[in-house]
């Protein structure tokens, strides 16, 4: 895919070599599996193919940073005091996203807003935010119980795939007894409690 350079002035390759160099080889993996998946789920429900691209890309680019570099960024940029209970896997997409717009001058709203949600999602998600909340779920190298329900749920109806997804991911956070970012709660209100009811 040849980026318009309207949302990121890297092309693809460059910006491949960007976000490999700050992850695993896994996770790097993981970040084109995700890639596969968004794409796929933007063609069919006409969502924007390279904005889709360039989020899935970039969606774990601070995942792997150290704990200090978190800290030391929502210090100077005076994060609510709160978040700073959550460890990475909250950080890396709330505050990624700031960190991504600095380092590789993306400031398009709706593909930061899809890295600030891919793992908590929000009341409200564009179309974009949908797919890669989704995609970050259900990409080929996810194994685990109820993926293959989940995707198959993506395949027909988007929106019961986020309600699947995230109906699933808090009732594993009870599980564990770990605390819930307010927004993951949000999201359950919003995307399956109103769905129910």
Not at 107 to 127: F, K, Q, W
Request: proline share 3%; aromatic share 10%; charged share 25%.
């Amino acid at each position: 895919m040849n980026y318009s350079q309207a949302y990121i002035t890297l092309t693809r390759d460059e910006l491949l070599k960007r976000v490999a160099s700050q992850m695993s080889e896994k996770r790097f993996k993981h970040v084109l599996g995700v890639e596969q998946s968004a794409l796929e789920l933007a063609d069919q429900y006409g969502g924007n193919l390279e904005k889709a691209s360039i989020a899935a890309l970039v969606h774990d680019y601070c995942k792997e940073r150290p704990k200090a570099d978190f800290l030391a960024y929502m210090t100077k940029c005076s994060y609510p005091v709160d978040l700073i209970k959550f460890g990475n896997e909250i950080w890396h997409g709330v505050v990624g996203a700031d960190m991504i717009r600095d380092e590789l001058g993306i400031h398009d709203e709706e593909i930061l807003n899809a890295v600030r949600h891919h793992t908590t999602g929000a009341a409200n998600m564009s179309l974009l935010e949908q797919i890669i909340y989704v995609a970050d779920y259900i990409e080929p190298g996810r194994d685990f119980p109820g993926v293959d329900e989940a995707r198959e749920k993506a395949k027909t109806d988007l929106k019961e795939a986020v309600a699947y997804e995230t109906q699933k991911t808090l009732a594993y956070l009870v599980k564990k007894g770990v605390p819930i970012y307010s927004r993951t709660l949000e999201t359950y209100n919003v995307w399956v409690a109103q769905l129910e009811a």
